[in-house]
């Protein structure tokens, strides 16, 4: 079973809240946080640990032998990335920064041997134990690579070996196909928001998605006093989601954030209201399996 | 001259400050502004932009479709799709549309001639205002789902540079996306000067750090600007990460609740509350870089 945290934009506090829900959950049900915003993946800082048991991902990527290449240039034509470019006798040459690692090319090549099994890192996974009881899996896309698409799915299924009951996704900002690929498969998209018009116009873009995918949508406000919670009500209607949290601004979560020690383990009324969410999710659970 | 201000990751108020800086500068300079977060544009909103009067739509994505009537439902698109992208769904292969990239090795792999269908689709639409302050912006939304939005960004900055040309503009002031991913190198492709934004939180550290490493792939001179300086007294580590790279520090802006105050009302800070905390730094910062980057 698997649920998304989502926010649309970037810094609504998305993080925040997967973190201190995993927290929250990791003491009733078995449970994986898995951070998929792999080109900026916090959730161990503020988790406050360093990432372990590194593997890294690698992408495929043709190489040629020149000896047996007929320059048919099958090859450049099928690829969509246009990352191989033809000399004028049709000699193929790759551009390693376009490449998708999609095989494309090596499927239509009609020379066994002519495309060779190259490879290129383009990030990591990890999976780190947390002294909170449960592991974070965590993919980081290396610097300088433009794909997300193909960490996001090596992390997730990363995550879904450890067989946990519940992997619990933090997903990138955004809306694009990686945030979609990292919510997919989730029986229930939590979207962060904050009540301002930046946040109203972010939080209708992320409940459209999950709209589009068929997923039942909760909605947490977070510094809810920074603006009209009415306005996000108008949106929940319109999209049938459910406003479940009420977060307001808060110098101890501000801080909690910098010291990488979950708010959800001290005492106040930010870890209740984190507590009372993780209640709700726990009675979904129940509902669902 | 080109400049792209970038973070690594959103939340530390990059469209904030690029929209005040932009509100100092258009008095000295004949300007652009490149809204590149296509996938949460709000550099617009934020300079009261509220009619886009020209709409490009962006045709460049491509997802795939299959034809249940002619499937034999063998599984090898889905066996094969690198994405993970084709699902069974009641008995037939489905594509998901939203994840998928687009590559065609479905098509290629299918022995059904015909089966599977690359589609051409709208991944989003480039618009174009001029803002309140009289310069003209270029922002780009991508739709939900889509993939390429390097390539939205790209043709974002290709319109801007037309219309450099056309309204003889000297400077393009680009606000990247979140991420280091391709909306981000596009963002900063072709820019002269990076300045990034970052405030001092381990999390915000180690963004601005991955961000600063594509920008070392472009060798483009950066500089850098701490937000929020003083929420976390007594943590140096992000003043030492900059002097030990050699980034010189534009100035630092103190955490002031007028910024998300004057984000409610859509307005740059420094119009909205021009003697908070926050926008005399800002100007002390525009200063700076009127005198250094923009001299
Ligand atoms: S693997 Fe795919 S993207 Fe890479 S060169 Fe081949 S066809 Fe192009
Ligand atoms: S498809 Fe194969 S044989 Fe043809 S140009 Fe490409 S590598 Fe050479
Ligand atoms: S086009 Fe590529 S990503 Fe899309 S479904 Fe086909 S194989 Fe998968
Ligand atoms: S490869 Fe072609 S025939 Fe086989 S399941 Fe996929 S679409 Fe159907």
Redesign the pocket.
Known sequence: MQIAVSGGKGGTGKSTIAVNLAVALANRIEIALADLDVEAPNDHLLLGVELANEEPVTQFM?K?DYS?????????EVCEEHA?I?LKD???FLMPTLCSGCRA?EI????PG??LEGSRLVGHTYVTETPYGFPLVTGKLLEGEERSMPLVVVAKKRAQALNKDLILVDTAAGTGNTVSKAIEDSKLLIAVTEPTPLGLHDLELILELGRLMSIPTWIVVNRADLGDVKEVEKLATKYGAEIVAEIPYSEAIVRSYVAGRPIVLKDGPEAEIFKGLADRVAEFLKEVI | MQIAIASGKGGVGKSTVTASLLYFLKDEYRLIAVDADAEAPNLGLLLGVTEWEEEREHVGAKVARINPETCIRCGICHEKCPHDSIKLVDGDYVVNQLTCEGCNVCGLVCPVPGTVTLEEVRSGVIRRATTKYGFPIISAQLDVGRPESGKLVTEEKEWAKQLMKKLDLEHMIVDSAAGIGCQVIASLGGADVAILIAEPTPASISDVRRVYKVVQHFRQPAYLIINKADINPGFRALREWAEGEGIPILGEIPYDRAIPKSMAMLKPVVEAFPEAPASRAIREIAEVIMGEILK
Do not use: N, S
Not at chain 1, 69 to 75: F, N, Y
Not at chain 1, 108 to 111: R, T
């Open positions: 043709p040629f047996k290449c007929t320059r048919c240039r099958k090859c450049a191989i033809t049709g000699t193929p090319c239509v090549c009609p020379v002519a495309i």
